[in-house]
């Protein structure tokens, strides 16, 4: 019979805690967020800390070049393909504790118990943490992960700049994150992550744990609206060419786009809005905004697109304002694997833990692995309608504790197929 493991979840949550007050700041009301914008002194400081974590695990750590940090494991036979685990460390300037961080610290975590409980798996396991999982800073999300598995190359993603003009490559040099791995060298056997739902759909229905059947697909375009700022009294309304007000009429459009029913399960978000030059008394010379759409459907995804298109068309014609946009992420809607999901599901069954299938709302670096090897995702509700990219981001020590456990089992589980 196989043996079920618990795994310590004391550990994991103080390790969680430890984690979260680096880059924690005061949100009000007692609430404390966490912000570690990738590449940042606080990221750094996140990584190295996690890295401190590995090594006092015993496990050898080895940096690539887009600086994902990966954690190696032996296993009986040293032939095999390893069984990776991972998420990331970095976060939205409005971050929570557990995005990425418990997908990181529960796979620390099964390494953990294996040590305890002298347990060698016949694969060996990886876990790791992917560099600019969130794609705030720099444009693109899933940034490590997709250069790892060949989606991004690694000069292109090096290129990348944030506002102040920074870029990736920079920082991976400031930061001493470069490291000697070639990227792409890796080819899991499987690839399982674990994260919290962001979305209230488990919590409201009681279950313990989501098994995820794949992600939606993501499209984000940075737009530049150029109009013509002039003062605010004195230019009659016909005269204005106010990058502002076009920003807000997109942004309205949007909106109407996702009740429409037109376009499926469509999402949009306008979650940059930089008017420039910024001031009470002069219209908007200028806006930067980003655009940010989901949808599971793919076609649905691109009809969005371009009636997206043809509004700011339609619109940069009737209000004299230029409209231009650069596509800074893209990916289409992934499906996971079904042999890893029948995994994770029978190891939730024999842990006595309530599941069901879900579909990923956000981006996560296993869509990237995907690609590459059999994969799939756990996730775990979370507390006040799964809030996320919040600061009251929470999952219980009870819900983080049951997502341990069927992440140790779901690896111990794929770490000893084909041996
Ligand atoms: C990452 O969290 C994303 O889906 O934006
Ligand atoms: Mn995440
Ligand atoms: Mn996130």
């Known amino acids: 019979m196989t043996q079920t493991l618990r795994a310590n979840r004391d550990r994991l949550m103080q390790s969680l805690d430890e984690l979260g007050r680096i880059g924690a700041y005061d949100a009000g009301n007692g609430v404390m967020g966490v912000r570690r914008l990738a590449l940042s002194d606080e990221d750094a400081t996140g990584r190295r800390l996690v890295m401190s974590w590995f090594e006092q695990a015993g496990l050898a750590v080895s ?21 990776m685990a991972g998420s990331h460390v970095d976060s939205v300037p409005t971050g929570g504790r557990f995005d990425g961080a418990l997908g990181v610290l529960s796979a620390l975590e099964a390494v953990r118990t294996l040590n305890d409980l002298s347990i060698t798996t016949p694969r ?18 899933m940034l490590g992960s997709a250069v790892a598995t060949d989606r991004i190359p690694l000069a292109d993603a090096r290129a990348l700049r944030d506002a102040d003009g920074i870029s990736v490559g920079d920082e991976l040099d400031r930061l001493d994150f470069a490291g000697p791995e070639p990227v ?18 488990l919590a409201r229905e009681g279950y313990d744990l989501g098994v995820v059947t794949g992600v939606q697909g993501i499209s984000w375009r940075r737009l530049t609206l150029v109009g013509s700022a002039a003062h605010a009294g004195a230019t009659p309304t016909d005269y204005r060419k106010d990058a502002g007000l076009a920003a807000a009429q997109i942004n309205v459009r949007l909106r109407e786009m996702c009740v429409s029913g037109e376009f499926g399960e469509l999402r949009a978000t306008m979650g940059v809005i930089r008017p420039e030059p910024g001031s009470v008394n002069v219209i908007p010379g200028r806006v930067t905004a980003t655009v940010d759409l989901r949808n599971p459907d793919a076609d649905a ?5 371009r009636t997206l298109d043809n509004f700011c068309r339609e619109l940069a014609e009737s209000s004299g304002v230029h409209i231009t946009w650069q596509q800074t992420a893209r990916t289409p809607p992934v499906i996971f694997d079904e042999h890893v999901r029948v995994v994770i599901a029978s190891v939730a069954d024999r842990l006595a833990l309530r599941h069901r299938p879900i579909v990923a709302g956000a981006g996560h670096d296993a869509q990237e692995w995907s690609r590459l090897c059999p994969t799939a995702m756990i996730f775990v509700p979370g507390e006040n309608d799964g809030i996320s990219h919040n600061p009251l981001e929470l999952s219980t020590p ?14 111990v589980t794929l770490a000893g197929e084909g041996a």
């Open 301 to 305: 995804l691109a009809a969005a697109e």
């Open 184 to 201: 792409g060298q890796r080819r899991p056997h499987a690839f399982v992550e674990c994260h919290v739902e962001q979305g209230p759909i």
């Open 398 to 411: 009870e819900q983080c504790g049951h997502a341990a456990d069927a992440l140790l089992n779901t690896i």
């Open 63 to 83: 940096i690539d070049q887009i600086g994902n940090a990966y954690a190696d494991r032996p296993g009986a036979d040293p032939a095999l393909a390893p069984v």
């Open 124 to 141: 060996p396991i990886t876990i790791a943490y992917f560099t600019d999982e969130e794609g705030c800073r720099f444009g693109t999300d």
